[in-house]
């Protein structure tokens, strides 16, 4: 079976660092990552991935912008999308896209809270990948 | 009209004319009331953005932490002591942030007299320099450094000024990433019998005004999840405690020049 390749789009490293340990535990994946949005579009469309793990808060360019992009592109729009983010609450309240005045037309495939339960991250990326 | 003499009684006039005075007193008290539930409203809504925007950066803070003791198990557990060690620095580095944001928001909460003490301006100055230097160099960031001699002593909170130049340096440092040949530049300038200022100039990637308006505002941050945005509000803050001000010059592609101006004596 193919290895399945997995960008990470996070400003902070040690983000990175937690995602790709997360990762190490559960499959062999292929992974790459970019710390900002630009260069995480530039990546995904070289790269191919079969998932993305993208952060919200990131200066210039945010995570919903970069879903936003990705969603233009007919070579990218069908990746999977999982966005990590700080602005929810346990309420399950969520500063969302709307709140930063952001119409993003499709939805990512999942919204995983930060500080993010490692138990949490594997399931929601077996169920995206039916591993 | 309320001195009525010999018994004499009011008249229709006389209770029109309370009437009129009754009307005008109650939309005085509706007034007040309804101003003071605005006021009490204006700072529920002040409270819940303060309180949002803290949960949201202690939410990044313990993902860091939570992310460096899972490699750390990881570590431990593979007996891959190169990931123990890289866990136990970001568990370490978060909970520094921990402690970073925490002082600021008592900085922030407190109404406090500086702790003045005689110093040197340039020599506090030049501390900072030598301490961003590295950070500038890691970056690709040159910082340049010039004195004011003829100023030799000033009567300031040292440690509170010492912290805003730091805020303000490291800010121009990363606001300079990613630009060639960029320079931070950092002096000190007697202006007056009274006054002297702090300036940080850097040659990064300016701020359109719309940043520039909300800069000092509690919370707000252009560094995405690496910014508390207490920073700037807490060094303004000590400076307007001193007495002094901070202002800000920038424009998007050119650069950013923050001056801090500050009294020589003690108010």
């Known amino acids: 079976m193919a290895i399945k390749k997995i960008l990470i789009i996070d400003d902070e490293m040690d983000t990175v660092a937690f995602v790709e340990a997360m990762l190490s535990e559960l499959d062999d994946f292929e992974v790459e990552y970019a710390n900002n949005g630009l260069e995480g579009l530039q990546k995904a469309g070289e790269f191919q991935p079969d998932l993305i793990v993208l952060d919200v808060q990131m ?41 930063m005045g952001i119409t993003l ?3 990512p495939s999942a919204y995983i809270d930060k500080p993010v339960e490692p138990e949490e991250f594997h399931k929601t990326v077996k169920a995206i990948l039916e591993i | 009209m309320l001195n009525k003499e010999n018994d004499a009684k009011f008249t229709v006039e006389d209770q029109e004319f309370l009437q ?41 803070i313990l993902n860091g932490i939570q992310g460096g003791s899972y490699i750390l198990d990881l570590g431990l557990k593979k007996e891959n002591f190169a990931n123990v060690g890289k866990g136990w620095e970001i568990v370490k580095k978060n909970n520094a942030f921990m402690k970073e944001l925490v002082l600021d928001m008592l900085s922030y909460s407190k109404e406090r007299e500086p702790e003045y003490n005689t110093v040197d301006p340039n020599e506090l100055v030049k501390s900072v320099y030598e301490l961003m230097l590295e950070k500038g160099k890691e970056k690709g960031v040159t910082l340049l450094f010039n004195p004011e001699e003829k100023l030799k002593e000033v009567q300031i909170d ?54 520039k308006a909300k800069l000092f505002q509690v919370f707000f941050s252009t560094k995405g999840s690496k ?41």
């Open chain 1, 59 to 99: 200066p210039a360019m945010n995570g919903f912008q970069v879903f936003k992009e990705l969603k233009k592109k007919p070579e990218l729009d069908y990746i999977p999308v999982i966005m990590l983010t700080g602005f929810a609450t346990t309420t399950g309240l969520r500063y969302d896209a709307k709140d």
């Open chain 1, 105 to 107: 037309g499709a939805e």
């Open chain 2, 20 to 60: 009129a005075i009754a009307t005008q007193a109650a939309i005085a008290i509706e007034n007040a009331k309804l101003h003071g539930q605005i006021v009490k409203n204006e700072r529920l809504a002040a409270i819940g953005q303060t309180v949002s925007g803290l949960a949201h950066c202690i939410k990044n």
């Open chain 2, 158 to 211: 040292s440690k509170g000024v010492k912290r805003t130049v730091l805020n303000l340096v490291s800010n121009a440092i990363d606001a300079c990433e990613g630009v060639d040949d960029a320079q931070v530049h950092i002096s000190v300038e007697s202006a007056s019998v009274k006054i002297f200022r702090i300036h940080v100039k850097d040659t990064g990637v300016g701020m359109p005004p719309e940043i």
């Open chain 2, 227 to 267: 910014g508390t945005g207490l920073g700037l509000a807490v060094s303004y803050k000590i400076i307007k405690e001193h007495g002094g001000h901070i202002s800000v010059d920038s424009e998007k592609g050119k650069g950013t020049k923050f001056t801090i101006v500050l009294p020589k004596k003690r108010k």
